[in-house]
């Protein structure tokens, strides 16, 4: 079977961690990536669920609400303090 040959950059902190969890379980960085690649022709997908941490949804979540203004600080405590 002939095979290819992949470039992919990384800074390097992040590659050294990388290494450092393969090699933990007993795998190098090209035995890692076949990995994701075959799992990925597999599933036809990404092999993990990208998304936003639920902080991240939380803050776009709140980004998108009204924005309410109040014309003193006691009307905004009342509406506080009625929630």
């Known amino acids: ?3 290819a040959t992949i470039a992919v ?4 902190d ?4 990388a290494q450092e969890i393969f090699k933990a379980m007993g795998l190098d960085m090209s035995t890692a990536v ?3 690649l075959h ?3 597999h599933e ?3 092999p993990f669920h990208p998304g936003l941490t639920q902080f991240e949804q939380a803050v776009l979540e709140a980004d998108s609400e009204p924005k309410r203004r109040f014309d003193s600080v006691e009307e905004l405590m009342k ?3 009625s929630a």
């Not at 950059?9 to 390097?12: A, G, I, K, Y």
């Not at 992040?14 to 961690?17: A, D, G, Y």
């Open 79 to 81: 509406e506080l303090r």
């Open 44 to 46: 036809h997908r990404l």
């Open 9 to 12: 950059r990384t800074d390097p």
């Open 34 to 36: 076949n990995m994701f």
């Open 1 to 3: 079977m002939a095979s």
């Open 14 to 17: 992040t590659k050294r961690q």
């Open 39 to 41: 799992q990925t022709v």
